[in-house]
């Protein structure tokens, strides 16, 4: 698996990762609706060991009314989102596919997770694996 390499919108925030994709996954979840501009957030998943920011340092947002304990890191200029941590996923951290220099070595998602929370306006893609997770009621 070549390095993955990726930054914020306006470049003041930049990352590497040395490590193999554990999976791919396409969010439909609320949250990430609004994370994305109202889309489904595609991401992949690595541990989180082998991830460093190489330049700057992310803001960091938990939302008090998402279940769990999810911190969402982003650029404080540019607002870009970069990854997702949640400490129910100990150890791995969840970087977001339109940041990679090379989002076409994300390849396609492996599951949808969420897609009890899809908007009409919301593609599903075939041949892929819907996840039994569901959004906790808040």
């Known amino acids: 698996m070549p390095r993955l390499t990726g930054r914020c919108f306006c470049g003041e925030i930049q990352y590497e990762a040395d490590?193999?994709?554990?999976?791919?996954?396409?969010?439909?979840?609320r949250d990430c609706q609004y994370m994305s501009g109202g889309h489904p957030n595609f991401c992949v998943c690595i541990k989180?060991?082998?991830?460093?920011?190489?330049?700057?340092?992310?803001?960091?947002?938990?939302?008090?009314?998402?279940?769990?304990?999810?911190?969402?890191?982003?650029?404080?200029?540019?607002g870009t989102h970069l990854t997702t941590v949640n400490e129910a996923a100990e150890g791995m951290i969840t970087i977001k596919v339109g940041t990679l220099d090379d989002p076409t070595l994300a390849g396609t998602p492996d599951l949808l997770i969420f897609t009890e929370d899809k908007q009409i306006f919301h593609h599903i893609p075939e041949n892929v694996e819907i996840s039994s997770f569901k959004t906790e009621q808040q």
């Open 48 to 78: 989180e060991i082998n991830f460093k920011y190489t330049q700057g340092d992310p803001a960091k947002f938990k939302n008090p009314n998402t279940p769990g304990k999810v911190t969402r890191e982003f650029c404080g200029k540019c």
């Open 19 to 29: 490590d193999e994709i554990l999976f791919r996954a396409q969010c439909y979840c």
